[in-house]
DNA sequence: GCAACAGCCTATAGGTATTAGGCAAAAGCC
DNA sequence: GGCTTTTGCCTAATACCTATAGGCTGTTGC
């Protein structure tokens, strides 16, 4: 019989293409077994369970979300900074909802602290460097950035804004305004 | 052989408190059986399919928001209408995050239209009529004030804000701040 | 060429969703 | 109060899904 060449490291990614495909709530190891032509059983030697795939789908996300963020930031600053990485997130979510529902995905603190998610709050302050907040304000503002972005890109994802006028890219790019201008301490124009 | 008493109501009353003590996506027809001490099919006379009662829960969940949110708006305006109305939203996220997480369910747009989720648009609006914003600005306000409170609360559920300071709360309140003052058009204090 | 290992398989067990069909309690009728 | 109808819960069966144990066979290393 003629091995399949599993491996953990392909069943993850097959993994993130079937939650695309499916959404992140529906991918299964015997849907991935069945893409592999495999046995549901042969799965359980490179993965520990379900959940580990999960995991390792929310972790792989993470990493190509972090990647995509810094090569979108590097030589930016101040609001085209701000704008580049809103963007990344949300384009993200747009190409690929199964692995940005995965992201989400709560982590046991040892895995979140080894995951690419310090990245993502490095990125964060470093954008803020371009409007001067102190501590604590500093650290209010990341949270209101990932409130945003997150919100924005789940409510967007969920159906919220279509169906509706102005279209959901105007809102966006007023929002990316405004919060520049808060984050200055100015009114918007 | 007594009688159950099963009602459609009230399977989808316990299944809230269900969502909220094991998490919305481990809510089960089968536990729900269980609790009530009834045979699993029993619960299909009452019961489309599991699907339904999801819906059925969230919809309990956008009414019971809805309720509260429209209870302390009544009589505020301003910085204070905006307050109560988000901390209508983080409250009910912290006391019943089960129901919480089923209010975000994708519903299908028949049984969206006839939900509360048009309540939840109107009271932002109203809330808006005190800041003086016109179309399209209003509409781009709604969906700022829903991506916030939406992505703050979620954020925070999934245990972003624990375990580092400044606490939770105070970035909440600084986040309130910034945004009534970013919808006002001033620069906060 | 052979031993050891690794990779996939069969078999099995238990959980969940869903449907079909049966029996008995409750409700309606005379 | 008995009789019929309805309704509510049950048993049985099917079809997935997760997970574990143990077996057979390519593949690799000596």
Redo the contacts between chains.
């Keep these: 019989m003629a091995r399949a060449g599993l491996t953990r490291e392909r069943l993850v990614r097959a993994g993130a293409e079937l939650a695309d495909e499916v959404g992140f709530?529906h991918v299964t190891v015997s849907e991935l077994a069945r893409r592999f032509d495999v046995k549901v059983a042969s799965l359980y030697s490179h993965l520990r369970n379900s959940r580990e795939l999960k995991t390792g789908i929310a972790l792989l996300a993470l990493e190509e979300l972090a990647d995509r963020a810094a090569d979108a930031l590097a030589g930016r600053a101040g609001k085209d900074a701000l704008d580049a990485f809103a963007n990344v997130y949300r384009d993200y979510a747009r190409e690929h909802p199964g692995r940005y529902t995965a992201a989400?995905l709560?982590l046991d603190p040892d895995t979140a602290a080894a995951s690419a998610g310090g990245r993502h709050a490095q990125m964060m302050r470093a954008i803020l460097r371009g409007y001067d907040l102190a501590e604590?304000?500093q650290?209010?503002a990341v949270?209101?950035l990932?409130?945003?972005?997150?919100?924005?890109v789940?409510?967007e994802a969920?159906?919220?804004?279509s169906h509706?006028?102005?279209d959901?890219q105007?809102?966006w790019a007023?929002?990316l305004d405004?919060l520049d201008?808060?984050l200055r301490?100015?009114?918007?124009g």
């Design positions: 709530e989400r709560r604590p304000e650290t209010h949270r209101l990932g409130s945003v972005f997150h919100g924005y789940s409510l969920a159906g919220g804004f509706s006028a102005p959901a105007e809102s007023w929002i405004r201008a808060l301490g100015r009114p918007a």
